[in-house]
């Protein structure tokens, strides 16, 4: 909402320079989101009369005009079309200073050839309205010598602000200058709504039905006849200029100067363009239709809530009117329309047929309806007084349930409880009175709300309205004591960091990316329509750029990631993210939403280092390790073994298992994959949820360490080369039991030294005991009998031992 | 030196020994080598050495002699022992200092370092919010993001038909009427202020909770907008709670993150689920308030939106709002990140740039 102060100063004598008056209304509630200083002082032009126009010898489209400026004549140089003899326009005399010339004064100058005594100026030059099509043509009863600032004040400071949804009233000159009076004190001066009437009884010459009470609970109307359509004022259009609205004519004029005056919207109606001149508030029926005036034709339904004469629908009530029935040219006699409509109404309508317009922006958050009277009043006055129209006698005013104003009881403490303060009763009352809230004082302060305040419902509206009005600045602040015991980090919480701890220390860069994926993406990855990825959650409206079901898993967004990498440039990738992906469940239910990490690997292993002859690609075993790390740090025993997944490398992928649940798959993308995303060279990727490894973390446990140094032996089993690694492992731990404290696989060999089908897995294992006390015999005792066990259990071989 | 003097005065009337003195002595100062100091050793002090030879003549030599002799021969051997091992460390000493001169390194030439990553900008702005939090007693909350309607707007006293609805641009996933909302609608969450309902129903005051995460809006991507944002919410519900606790909670959560000097302020603003509400200003870091380009003249940044949790939202979850009070705020995580980085497109944060996130 833009307010012009030198508009605002006609309802409210307030005198604050506009910056102390911008904070005042920012730490009230209205925030004044932009100060802007507009035009210029108007010096130096006064109205003009043109005397005589003659050719410009040297150039078609110039004239020559002697003006006269109340005091003598002047002869200039004019190219303006509409110049005319015996016009009045704007005279700027030499050494004038306006808006166009930004800063600097009028010369007198030889225009081809031809020396102009002074320039006559358009609105726009002036900074009056935005029309720089000719020179501004001012009204009869403009006596030449007029200064024209008393006509048009052309400086102008505008606050424009922010409203908010509950505060319609404020979408106004008066709501606003109601603020300023509570907040300042000042003295409000509301607009006069008196009529001088005459001629016809306005109830003769039309008439008012509602059908729909509950859409329009008011319909209140003023008739004019005898109007003669024309260009309004210039201070008027000035004013509608700096409230960021176009000036037409003088009656539309009027009705969006009340609107932005009232906050009452208005629609004025050419009364012989009404059948039957009968105004009808109801339903649209069914195939009915309107072309309104932004020159769309809409097909109205049963819902739509429309202003129709007789015959036909005329507007859409509280939106916009039709264009069969607008004021045109020719219009002499015109209803003007003052309502009051129910604002889910109005909201519904202006959402299904996606129009918005001054009007229904007001109508929606809810309008004053003992407001409506006033401003077909107000409308009437002005175009009584600026179109030459004559009210006709009595209002029109259909009203039968008469809103009854509301009350509310507040308790002062409670103010002071919810504030923080320790306000009297007293100063509260007067607070609330100062936004003209009625107050009868007893324990409890009984109050009437004003009928424009439509927020005000319930105690805590009006302990809102008594902190804002107070001050928040003052009220002190405090710290409360927090949750104690509940306090903090949980366990879960704590672990869920030590992931991404683990992926950082490790040179992964965490990622962020959008939720959503293609549904084609799961048909590109090759999912399988049994697999739970496919359970894509589609969203209604979706966004083209980001995609239209909830991701199932983050492999897609890491991709793209990946490619807009690549093609910048980043060919070494190593990245995670940790978020959700989404499930769906049956319609009607809320989809399981898992949080999982997704790693992606490609290009050069760690940093590049000029002490490191060459730098090696990422494997899967950098996937591998970079997971069990993670496993390490939570204590989480996670296993792995072959698993299948159409997106990944046969042979070369592997799910991971807690107590036989897969908790994740790591393994090297599939190339064609690779592909189909635009990626080339080797990626690896790995997906885990977080939630059962975090379940399954176990707090460490003390083991008492010996004094003396473990036994360290090496060895080398051979095997069958089918034999998974980890059996062999997993055998030996098994064996091993108290003794054998670790057992780490250093080498894996097939060659020339062992026979074909075998492989040979070398170990380093350390044997210990907690009490120290483990002698080189004793350790050796154990190798042998674990050794003997792995030749039975596993048809292992020993190839050879090392004692270290 | 007092076994060189005593040396010397015996030796002054013995020509023959004061030459074996003299050829022993050059011998030990010609050593240039750790071998030629064993071959010195054996010279002057082997079974047929120049000393032993001394020792050797004590049995043919006159009676008065021989103590004289002697004490030449002893005292001949201890400083050619103390010399060849004075040479012998010197020497030492030099082979170290010449090896380490000659394995000098650039010690300008970059360190061997691990690769470390990067946490998302995002992230770390959350981390250290919700650490201020933490601090004051709060605990960590999350909800679903794809969140039913009744917990996104209507019991947070947002209900069908509000304008405030029409300023938020929603993601559907289900909608039983295009036209009308209706609480079972399903959608993504708009903001996370859902958890505030969610908690309160699960759980009983006192509460302190922060809860960051994903929100969304059906917004066209810009520099400005995302259709997708990272917001915390936190919420306190305990008795006795009012505006100064509000007040309080948030200067000290807005001066540990933008720093002691800021100066904040309160403006009466409106939320559906919060009353009395607030928007909250912190003087602009970049000009210290005089205006600048960053608070577009103003002096002051907005970060955050606040209020009393409204007695609606709190009947909603069954609580007494006469028995307890509460205050909410919540602020967008990228808002911050953006003023106080000086980034001026959103974008960048989802562009996932590794360009980008090393910086940080």
Same mark, same amino acid.
């Given at each position: 909402m833009r307010v012009s102060l030198e508009w605002l100063s006609d309802y409210v004598e307030y005198s604050m320079p506009p910056g102390k008056l911008a904070d005042l209304l920012s730490l009230s509630g209205t925030a004044v989101d932009r100060v802007i200083e507009m035009g210029a002082e108007t010096t130096g032009v006064v109205v003009g009369e043109v005397l005589e126009v003659k050719d410009h010898p040297n150039a078609d489209k110039l004239k020559i005009a002697v003006v006269y400026d109340g005091f003598e004549n002047h002869e200039i140089v004019c190219g303006a079309p509409n110049l005319f003899v015996g016009m009045k326009s704007a005279f700027a005399r030499v050494g004038a200073s306006f808006s166009g010339l930004s800063g600097g004064k009028l010369k007198g100058a030889k225009i081809r050839g031809i020396a102009s005594d002074g320039m006559l100026c358009s609105g726009a030059e002036l900074g009056i309205?935005?029309?720089?099509?000719?020179i501004l043509e001012l009204g009869e009863g403009t006596p030449p010598g007029t200064n024209l600032s008393d006509i048009a004040p052309t400086r102008d400071v505008i606050f424009d602000l922010e409203i908010t949804p509950n505060r319609p009233d404020c979408m106004s000159m008066l709501g606003v200058a109601r603020e300023v009076a509570a907040l300042t004190g000042a003295r409000l001066v509301p607009p006069s709504y008196e009529c001088n009437e005459s001629g016809s009884p306005a109830g003769d010459l039309a008439k008012v039905i509602i059908e729909d009470l509950e859409g329009c609970p008011r319909y209140s109307a003023r008739v004019m006849t005898g109007i003669e359509i024309g260009p309004s004022p210039l201070w008027m259009q000035r004013r509608l200029v700096a409230a960021g609205l176009r000036p037409i004519n003088n009656v539309v004029d009027i009705t969006n100067y009340v609107l932005i005056e009232l906050g009452q919207p208005l629609h004025a109606f050419d009364l012989d363009l009404l059948a039957e001149n009968t105004i009808v508030v109801r339903k649209a029926d069914f195939g009915e239709q309107i072309t309104t005036l932004d020159g769309v034709e809409r097909q109205l339904d049963d819902k739509t809530l429309v202003i129709a004469d007789r015959k036909r629908p005329v507007a859409l009530a509280g939106i916009m009117g039709g264009e069969d029935s607008e004021v045109s040219g020719d219009s002499t006699r015109i209803l003007i329309e003052s309502a009051h409509f129910d604002p889910t109404s109005i909201y519904l309508t202006s959402k299904r047929l996606g129009i918005r317009s001054e009007s229904s922006s007001r109508f929606e958050r809810g309008s004053d309806p003992e407001a409506a009277p006033h401003g077909a009043a107000r409308a009437a006055r002005l175009m009584n007084q600026l179109a030459g129209g004559t009210i006709s006698r009595g209002e029109i005013d259909v009203y039968p349930r008469r809103t009854v104003p509301v009350t509310i009881d507040l308790r002062p403490s409670r103010a002071n409880e919810i504030l923080g303060t320790r306000m009297t009763t007293d100063e509260m009352a007067g607070i609330l009175e100062g936004l003209e809230i009625a107050v009868e004082k007893g324990e409890k302060l009984r109050t009437t709300v004003p009928s424009f305040r439509w927020d005000l419902e319930r105690e805590i509206d009006l302990i809102e309205e008594i902190g804002r009005i107070y001050g928040l600045d003052k009220i002190e602040e405090a710290i409360p004591v927090g949750g104690g015991l509940n306090a903090g980090l949980t366990r879960k919480q704590k672990l869920i960091g030590s992931i991404d701890d683990t992926l950082l220390a490790q040179g992964l860069s965490e990622v962020v990316v959008y939720s959503f994926m293609n549904e084609s993406d799961l048909d590109l990855l090759r999912i399988p329509s049994y697999n739970p990825m496919r359970r894509a959650l589609p969203v209604i409206n979706p966004l083209t750029e980001t995609g239209g079901v909830m991701r199932t898993t983050l492999l897609p967004g890491m991709l793209n990631t990946a490619l807009r990498n690549t093609n910048r440039g980043n060919r070494d990738i190593a990245i995670f993210e940790r978020g959700r992906v989404f499930l769906s469940n049956d319609p009607g239910e809320l989809p399981e939403e898992i949080e999982v990490v997704g790693i992606l690997l490609a290009g050069v292993r760690g940093l590049k280092n000029w002490s490191v002859e060459t730098n090696e690609n990422y494997d899967f075993f950098d996937l591998k390790g970079i997971m069990e790390n993670i496993s390490d740090v939570l204590g989480v025993s996670v296993s792995y073994k072959p698993e299948d997944r159409a997106y990944l490398a046969p042979g070369r992928s592997a799910g991971m298992f807690i107590d036989g649940d897969m908790v994740g798959v790591i393994g090297q993308l599939h190339p064609e994959i690779a592909g189909s995303y635009g990626l080339d060279g080797e990626y690896y990727f790995g997906e885990f949820m977080t939630g059962p490894l975090v379940e399954a973390s176990r707090e460490n446990t003390y083991k008492k360490v010996g004094r003396f140094p473990n036994v360290k032996v090496d060895i080398a089993l051979i095997v069958?080369?089918?034999?998974?690694a980890s059996t062999v492992l997993e055998k030996l731990t098994d064996l091993g039991a108290e003794l054998l404290v670790s057992a780490r696989l250093f080498d894996v060999y097939q060659g020339n030294q062992i026979p074909g089908g075998k492989k040979s897995l070398a170990f380093a294992l350390e044997f210990g005991s907690a009490d120290g006390t483990l002698t080189d015999e004793q350790a050796h005792g154990e190798l042998e009998r674990i050794i003997k066990e792995m030749e039975n259990g596993l048809g292992a071989e020993l190839r050879g031992r090392i004692n270290l | 030196m007092a076994e060189k003097e005593r040396l010397d005065e015996l030796t002054g009337t013995r020509e023959d020994l004061a030459s074996i003195k003299n050829e022993a002595f050059s011998t030990v100062e010609s050593c240039r080598t750790q071998e030629d100091i064993e071959a010195a050793r054996v010279k002057l002090l082997g079974k047929k050495g120049l000393i032993t030879g001394i020792f050797k003549s004590i049995s043919g030599a006159e009676a008065e002699e021989k103590p004289v002799i002697g004490e030449i021969g002893n005292l001949l051997r201890e400083l050619i022992n103390e010399g060849l091992q004075a040479k012998s460390e010197t020497m030492a000493e030099e082979a170290l200092v010449a090896s380490l001169a000659e394995n000098?390194? #650039?010690?300008t030439l970059p360190g061997r370092k691990t690769a470390l990553g990067h946490k998302h900008l995002i992230s770390q702005v959350i981390d250290e919010i919700v650490s201020i939090f933490l601090g004051l007693g709060y605990r960590i909350e999350t909800g679903p993001e794809v969140e039913l309607d009744y917990y996104n707007f209507e019991a947070l006293n947002t209900p069908v038909y509000h304008p405030a609805r029409s300023l938020q641009d929603t993601f559907y996933i289900? &909608?039983? #009427?295009?036209?009308h909302d209706n609480s079972n609608d399903i959608l993504l969450r708009t903001h996370t202020s859902p958890v505030q309902v969610r908690v309160m129903e699960a759980s009983s005051p006192p509460l302190y909770v922060i809860s960051p995460g994903k929100a969304y809006r059906r917004d066209e991507i810009d520099a400005t907008h995302a259709a997708m944002f990272f917001q915390v919410e936190g919420f306190a519900v305990d008795k006795g709670l009012n505006m100064g606790h509000l007040k309080g909670t948030l200067e000290v959560f807005v001066r540990k993150l933008f720093g002691k000097d800021r100066k904040v302020r309160f403006r009466p603003h409106f939320f559906p689920?919060?009353?009395p509400s607030a928007e909250v200003d912190v003087s602009c870091f970049a000009c210290d308030s005089a205006g600048c380009s960053v608070c577009k003249g103003s002096g002051w940044l907005e970060i955050l939106g606040c209020g009393m949790i409204d007695p609606n939202v709190l009947k909603y979850v069954g609580y007494d709002p006469d028995e307890f009070t509460g205050f909410a705020f919540g602020m967008g995580a990228e808002r911050v990140a953006m003023m106080r980085y000086g980034i001026? #497109?959103? &974008?960048v944060l989802t562009e996932n740039d590794l360009r980008f996130l090393r910086q940080f």
């Open positions: 309205n935005d029309d720089a099509s000719g069958e080369e089918t034999l998974p | 000098e390194v #650039d010690v289900q &909608r039983e #009427d295009p036209e689920f919060t009353e001026e #497109d959103l &974008r």
